[in-house]
Nanobody, 115 residues
Framework: QVQFVESGGGLVQPGGSRTLSCVVS????????MAWYRRSSEKQRELVAR???????VYEDPVKGRFTITRNDSKNMVFLQMNKVVPEDTGVYYC?????????WGRGTQVTVSS
């Protein structure tokens, strides 16, 4: 069974930075595109960024130029570096494979952007 453990969330001031980590167990994903998603009180879970097996990255417009997604296949981990955060980045962040097929979701990690 595939499991995700996301960590690194917390309270961040606007303009600050945060690094999220995701440990994936139960499978290897070196051949898959992996992604970060977030869910806020106003929006359902939405895609934030994805990284292909070759390292190609794609970002959704709200985070483009501010967030960086990376992966370490040898450690079965995916990362999200968040810079210049804004209040709209507040939410619960999850990692998973890129859609349309998903594994069971982890608990996510809460990021709150507030002064």
């Amino acid at each position: 069974q595939v499991q995700f453990v996301e960590s690194g969330g917390g309270l961040v001031q606007p303009g600050g930075s945060r690094t999220l980590s995701c440990v994936v167990s139960g499978t290897t994903f070196s051949h898959l595109t992996m992604a970060w998603y977030r869910r806020s009180s106003e929006k359902q879970r939405e895609l934030v960024a994805r990284v292909s097996s070759s390292g190609t990255t794609v970002y959704e417009d709200p985070v483009k130029g501010r967030f960086t997604i990376t992966r370490n296949d040898s450690k079965n981990m995916v990362f999200l570096q968040m810079n210049k955060v804004v209040p709209e980045d507040t939410g619960v962040y999850y990692c998973n494979r890129a859609g349309p097929i998903y594994w069971d979701w982890g608990r996510g990690t809460q990021v709150t952007v507030s002064s």
